[in-house]
């Protein structure tokens, strides 16, 4: 008589951690307080943030990662969202600099096949429908990727002078945002890979040190609303997208 098998657990799914590296000083936006902690539409640029993570059920947990001499961090969390959210106060000099620190601290929660979403604090216009559309879009894929735009603009490029040297064909052409969303294991290699090539300091998004590998991202259409405040100007479109 056959006996019946014996029962295998099934393997664990993949976990969802938000990474928001939040280090910066934020110099071109003119103000006496780093750029993230400016308040858009009634609260901070990383409250938005953060508030958007820790209210999604997909999202494991949330780290922030500040300078080691952030003022503004503990004042930011209330109880109800420090119970989904870490501090990691190992700010590097660059952006990239803190995700790769930032990485290295959490090795102990995260496994090698768990996903990292990587977010801009200035970018206060993530909801809940953008996170769920770039998890379903890359829920089985090999690579990762990231939300992004498509560009509509007529593009130039500048030649000695200030002048229009060409236009730049647009064609094919997007618009990077965040979050951006890898593997634990793969995301940690690439950077890591960047740091030992002295390359980390001129990496401007995670995808870029992907494609450093050889691989090729994965672009999720994003939203005009999760724009990147950089200029005084942002703020205001920023808030209109969060109030409307």
């Not at 209210?55 to 500040?66: D, E, G, L, S, W």
């Not at 206060?124 to 879009?137: Q, S, W, Y």
């Not at 200030?162 to 294991?185: I, K």
């Amino acid at each position: 008589m056959n006996r019946p098998a014996s029962p295998t657990s099934a393997p664990a799914q993949p976990q969802h951690f938000a990474l928001i590296p939040a280090a910066g000083v934020g110099a071109r936006m003119g103000v006496h307080i780093p750029k993230q902690y400016m308040a858009v539409a009634g609260k901070p640029m990383l409250r938005h943030a953060l508030d958007t993570f820790a209210a999604h059920a997909r999202i494991t947990r949330t780290f922030v990662v500040v300078s080691a001499g952030d003022a503004w961090i503990d004042e930011l969390l209330t109880p109800e969202l420090a119970q989904r959210t870490t501090v990691l106060r190992v700010g590097g000099a660059t952006r990239q600099e803190s995700v790769f620190n930032g990485l290295n601290e959490i090795r102990s929660m995260a496994g090698d096949a768990d996903w990292v979403l990587v977010h801009d604090a200035a970018r206060p216009g993530l909801n809940a429908e953008l996170i769920d559309r770039l998890l379903d879009t890359l829920e089985n894929d090999d690579v990762g990727g990231l939300l992004a735009l498509p560009v509509v603009d007529t593009l130039k490029r500048e030649s000695a002078g200030g002048r229009s040297q060409e236009t730049v064909p647009r064609a094919g052409l997007w618009a990077a945002q965040t979050p951006q969303m890898f593997r634990y294991a793969l995301l940690q290699r690439a950077l890591r890979q960047a740091a030992e090539q002295g390359r980390i300091g001129a990496i401007t998004d995670d995808a870029s040190a992907i494609e450093m590998l050889g691989l090729r991202p994965r672009l999720v259409e994003g939203s005009p609303r999760n724009l990147k405040v950089t200029l005084a100007q942002d703020a205001a479109l920023a808030e209109f997208f969060l109030k409307g």
